[in-house]
């Protein structure tokens, strides 16, 4: 569907509206309860801020916008595999659902939140990657919180294997002033050490250095708190959190962030990679789901 299609369909006079930034289709919500920003490629929530809050989602000033990109910052669907593919074979960082154009198969305005799904199913790119019997359903419910559930469905005739994440980036303060709570003496695999297993402190976490770190078997609640504010995460039928901060090491290999950007975010991953992959069979579908709200400190 072409803009004025997409206006015509889906569009709510003052509420939804969709436009065009850079080629690529995105829309902008405003209501009583919060602004959003949702481009369709990648179905990728780049802002959401409830009203008389600070922004919470981070978003590089040096993204790119383009289709065959990923967009730095906000919160990248991550499937159907999580950073580099495993087996050593071919395919994007991260799998392709964050750089492939998704439809918009439901919008409406329930009370003071905005419902929106967008869906992707097979492309020729996800095809020639191996990926044909599948659909996704991601559902945003976009108020005073935030609810993401993305459902993945098996299509196919065989078993489908896929790892996914709501590769979350929390805009906050300062990172080296940041608490995580909710993973004390936790257990996570440092992807900046080698793949070492360690165990987190048994207080909330404050991050010193580069830090690229999988919990797996963690069904926690996080709490991010953020000076006076705090940001909740809770999950559903996700088993594995990724935190992770490029810090100054990490950020000069990343030529979409400005080197000095990575003290004003921290991702804070809802996820289920590694050994915590997702198996469906033909005709099942799961789904998980991230409800994202703030508090005071
Ligand atoms: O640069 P990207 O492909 O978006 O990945 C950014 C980061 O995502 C995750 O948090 C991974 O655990 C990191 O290893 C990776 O560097």
Redesign the pocket.
């Known amino acids: 569907m072409n803009l004025t299609e997409l206006n015509d369909h889906f569009g709510l006079s003052g509420v939804l509206t969709f436009e065009d930034h850079n080629g690529l289709t995105r829309l902008q919500v405003k209501t009583p309860a919060c602004t959003a920003t949702v481009y369709l490629h990648g179905a990728h929530l780049t802002h959401w801020q409830p009203t008389g809050a600070q922004p919470v989602l981070f978003l590089s000033d040096r993204s790119d916008f383009a289709p065959d990109k990923?967009i730095?910052g906000g919160i990248?669907v991550c499937f159907p595999w999580f950073?580099p593919r495993a087996g050593g074979k071919p395919g994007p960082?991260?799998g392709f659902a964050r750089i492939q154009p998704w439809e918009v198969a439901f919008a409406a305005l329930s009370g003071e939140n905005v419902h929106l799904t967008l869906t992707l199913g097979p492309t020729a790119l996800s095809r020639s990657l191996g990926f044909d019997g599948f659909r996704v359903a991601y559902e945003m419910v976009l108020g005073k919180k935030l609810t993401l559930r993305l459902t993945v469905a098996n299509y196919g005739e065989g078993m489908l294997k896929y790892e996914e994440a709501l590769?979350t980036y929390f805009s906050i303060g300062e990172v080296r002033r940041t608490t995580i709570a909710g993973l004390e003496s936790a257990l996570f695999v440092d992807?900046t050490d080698g793949l070492k297993e360690k165990e987190t402190p048994p207080e909330a976490l404050i991050l010193s250095g580069q830090t690229?770190r999988?919990f797996p078997e963690n069904v926690s609640s996080t709490t991010i708190g953020d000076g006076p504010r705090t940001i909740t995460i809770n999950k559903s039928n996700s088993a594995t959190t990724?935190v992770?901060n490029?810090w100054t090491e990490?950020s000069v290999t990343?030529k979409d962030l400005r080197p000095d950007a990575w003290p004003g975010f921290v991702?804070v991953?809802t996820a289920n990679t590694g050994e915590d992959a997702i198996t469906l069979a033909p005709n099942d579908a799961h789904t998980m789901q991230a409800e994202i709200t703030l508090g005071k400190a």
């Open positions: 990923a730095r990248p950073g960082s991260h590769h992807k690229d999988v990724v992770w490029p990490g990343l991702c991953e």
